[in-house]
């Protein structure tokens, strides 16, 4: 039923309905100021500016944009894709060969966690201290499974990374807190 509202949107939007275009930024402006936000380190500035350009380019290109069942992770790429490219202009002395290159660090605060039942038991603020240990890619691919709704293709399509890779990160990513929380719990106890 999503992929059906979602190709219904993206036709209408393609045939120039500013309605759909309304709609569009309206549902979606949010997800990717966040995302766009932790890519950029809390740069609101150049978040909001390049926000701003990437749904303008959508509507004044959108006769040339592919057809699409599921908008979400077309429009989570290409926005990453478009904040790397304003981020490495305005770090012009950083050469950056790839975007893989330029790590993206990903902090989360006590107010964005619920991640699901896997860490419900956990305190808020030590969770978010545990988050924040871990790798920059898992804490990426995290945040866009648990806080941005994707699935595990989507995410695999945005960060331009296999399935497998998904899943491993998401899973070595969750060990990672579950150990740390148990060694956090048991030192507790015992001082």
Known sequence: MKNLVDFNLWTAL???????????????????????LKISNNNIGLTEDCLQDF?????????NLADLNSIKPYLFVSFRRSLFREMKKSLKKVNFDKEEDFFIEINFSAEELMIEQEIVCFKQKSIVKLLNELSSRQKEV????????????????????NYQSV??????????LREKALLSELLKNIV
């Open 14 to 36: 393609k045939s120039g309905d500013l309605k759909a275009f309304s709609t569009l930024y309206k549902v979606y402006y949010p997800l990717l100021h966040n995302y766009g």
């Open 55 to 63: 749904f303008l380019y959508i509507y004044q290109h959108r006769e």
């Open 142 to 161: 995290l945040y866009l499974k648990y806080y941005s709704d994707l699935s595990i293709d989507e995410i695999a399509n945005v960060l331009e990374i």
């Open 167 to 176: 899943l491993n990160l998401i899973h070595k990513g969750i060990k990672k």
